[in-house]
């Protein structure tokens, strides 16, 4: 029992030699300005597609009028003809959402690894020049601000951001 105490202490002892610190992942993604800068390509990336749907559903609107102010004027076979365009758009309208939506989702993913990526690379980098054994980010459940290098992190990924 004794040696196990003393073995514990050992074990404390060297710890303290170890240098630790943390990063708030979330804190640093979304103050980068590579965050922000991602966030202006994808809209840019997805304007002409959301005007193309709103589009699309004012024309359908427009026809659903079209049928409400002159479908008793209507022959039968024109009234069929105008609801199964109606239909028809609606259709292609509903498919072409959630292809949007999907595709919308895949570039966000693939906008948010690259900038964990670099993040990532960023923090490496940071806590070896800082002499930094371990750098420890999510499921922690306390940490005294001395030890959290986020704000380093996210001064760095501005000063990288500048620089290109």
């Known amino acids: 029992m004794l040696a196990a105490l003393f073995l514990g202490g050992a074990g404390a002892v060297q710890a303290a030699d170890y240098k630790i610190a ?22 840019a990336e997805v304007e ?43 259709r292609k309208l509903k498919y072409e959402q959630d292809e949007f939506q999907e595709d919308f989702a895949l570039r966000q993913n693939e906008l948010r690894t690259k900038l964990s ?6 923090v490496v980098e940071l806590a070896k020049e800082l002499g930094i054994d371990m750098v420890v980010s999510e499921g922690v ?16 990924l501005k000063r990288d951001s500048a620089s290109k």
């Not at 943390?22 to 809209?43: T, W």
């Open 117 to 122: 990526k670099q993040v990532q690379e960023v």
């Open 22 to 43: 943390v990063v708030d992942p979330n804190r640093v993604v979304e103050l980068s300005p590579q965050y922000a800068a991602a966030g202006k390509a994808l809209q």
């Open 48 to 90: 002409d597609r959301e005007r193309d749907l709103r589009k699309q559903q004012e024309q359908i609107g427009e026809l659903k009028r079209k049928l409400e102010r002159e479908g008793a004027l209507m022959s039968e076979s024109e009234i069929q003809r105008l609801q199964n365009d109606i239909r028809s758009r609606t």
């Open 141 to 156: 459940v306390y940490y005294s601000p001395r030890i959290d290098i986020s704000d380093k992190v996210i001064e760095r």
